[in-house]
């Protein structure tokens, strides 16, 4: 007897998509208790497009969970348990967007581009550019889902899908000398001088010279994640205006291909500090050195989409867990014996110190980079720490990057300092005050419905509440245009 119904959470039948990585949540739900006489196996198993391939996934409170890779066109998926089926077709229709994401994988001069990895792991440029186009497609994936979470779609930024590699004349030396901001400075100016630098563009970069000396390292000392990082050159993880770049010490911990995804994810294995290094926010595993660095990437790139800072989620250090969003395992939150003090939790342990200040950088990337309100709609999602706040999607939904028809549209969005008005003659949809530092939102105000509000006052007693004091306004339209003005308080 056949007691229970396998069903499909995110996604309805003849739905399309713009991105080719997709995650599939579903559930199985019993009529009665949880017995079925020809019951014998405890897996639920995905087909697609009609192969005889079979992805197994196990069930975790009734809920189960598929990351799939869609072929451009129609995708039958077909998914079964015990000896229940429900099968959908979904389409993935690429788009080519003026406004889009470049991947990058940046060598310098003299360097024979290949990465810091185990002699396992395959290192060489075509390596890494595998492993950075496939991390840049699961970010739009990630994206897409937080912002569905919302109510808002699935909307996503473009991707040129294959990561290129860019040639610097900076001398590898040179680089692993440079800090992080004069590392970004630099090779966001050569890009931009270089055939394909255009402000239509933000640039996804690693840099193939990073390198961690972990004959350094001395086992049996405690050492904090600043002990690590000092331990390495060409160490970078910075975003903002039109760049985001990263160094490449943890970038063997990535997987080359798709079906390692989740494996990489849930690999345990300690991390050799002696020989690498462990960017895991005190875990101590490979697969939480991957969950930690592609988070990170995810949060830089965001920085270039004009998000700041929150106390929570991916804009805090919620980014750590980015697994969770792909996995049912919990694996690369637990910490191995890595000699460090575990006694806070992970989030604790590890501050920001991106030291980016606007008007320094370079005028062509238009620096517009660097509370709480976590709302989260679709109530099928996991609860972790992996959310978006509700005004950060609400700017990523309006975003240019993220909408192909308003990109040449233009509007008046204007500051009134004396009263603190903002005009639109496009329609607010998010106003932010954010601290001047370290653009973290304080608070924010969301206008997404259908009816547009063309003019929006700062209520006078928040800021009273303020006190005095220099803030960060920022403003975006309903067509992707963008105010950011110091407000005195």
């Known amino acids: 007897m056949n007691n229970h119904k396998v069903k499909i959470l995110n996604f309805t039948n003849q739905e399309a998509v713009t991105y080719s990585i997709i995650k599939i949540i579903g559930s199985v739900q019993y009529a009665t208790k949880p017995v079925c ?3 014998k196996d405890t897996n639920v198993y995905l087909s697609q497009n009609n192969t005889n391939v ?12 598929f990351l799939v890779q869609l072929v451009s066109g129609k995708n039958q998926i077909r998914i079964k348990y015990c000896c229940e089926t429900v099968s959908i077709v979904l389409e993935y229709f690429p788009v080519i967007s003026e406004n889009a994401v470049i991947p990058l994988y940046v060598i310098c001069e003299d360097h024979d581009g290949c990465f810091q990895a185990p002699p396992w792991e395959s290192n060489n440029i075509e390596s890494a550019c595998k492993r950075i186009t496939l991390g840049s497609k699961l970010l739009q994936c990630v994206t897409a889902e937080k912002l569905y979470e919302h109510g808002l779609g699935r909307k996503s930024f473009f991707l040129n899908e294959e990561c290129q590699v860019f040639k610097s004349q900076i001398k590898c030396q040179d680089a692993r000398n440079m800090n992080q901001m004069q590392l970004w400075e630099n090779v966001g100016r050569e890009i931009m001088k270089s055939p394909i630098g255009s402000d239509h563009r933000k640039y996804l970069a690693f840099l193939s010279c990073t390198k961690y000396y972990g004959e350094r390292f001395k086992q049996g000392i405690t050492a904090t994640h600043d002990d690590l990082i000092e331990m390495t050159e060409g160490y970078v ?41 462990d960017d895991s926010c005190y875990r101590g595993t490979l697969g ?32 750590d867990n980015i697994y969770k969003v792909f996995t049912n395992s919990n694996s690369p939150n637990q910490s191995v014996d890595t000699g460090y003090e575990a006694q806070r939790t992970f989030q604790d342990k590890i501050e920001f110190k991106e030291e980016f200040e ?14 709480k309100e976590f709302i989260v709609i679709k109530s099928f999602e996991e609860s972790d720490d992996t959310v978006l706040s509700r005004s950060c999607a609400v700017i990523l939904c309006y975003h240019r990057w993220f909408n192909q028809t308003i990109s040449k549209q233009s509007s008046l969005l204007s500051l009134d300092p004396s009263n603190k008005l903002i005009r639109s003659t496009a329609g607010i949809r998010v106003v932010e005050i954010r601290s001047l530092n ?16 063309f003019s929006f006052q700062i209520p006078e007693d928040l800021l ?4 005095n004091g220099s803030y960060l306004i920022f403003v975006e339209d309903t067509i992707g245009c963008i105010l950011k003005e110091e407000l005195n308080v």
């Open 37 to 39: 006489q020809m019951q």
């Open 54 to 65: 079979l992805v197994s996934t196990n069930l975790i409170n009734d809920k189960f969970k």
């Open 237 to 277: 993880a910075l975003g903002g205006g039109g760049l985001a770049l990263f160094g490449t010490a943890c970038l063997y911990t990535w997987p080359e291909n798709f079906d390692d995804v989740i494996l990489r994810f849930e690999d345990s294995t300690p991390v050799n500090r002696a020989q690498f290094l």
């Open 288 to 319: 939480a050195c991957f969950s930690t660095t592609l988070g990170s990437v995810l949060h830089e790139l965001f920085h270039t989409f004009d998000l700041g800072h929150t106390e929570e989620g991916i804009m805090g250090r919620g980014f």
């Open 358 to 371: 606007p008007d320094s950088l370079l005028e062509r990337l238009r620096s517009e980079n660097k509370k």
């Open 438 to 453: 370290r653009e973290l939102v304080l608070h924010s105000w969301m206008f997404d419905g259908r009816i547009l509000k």
């Open 464 to 467: 009273i509440t303020m006190g």
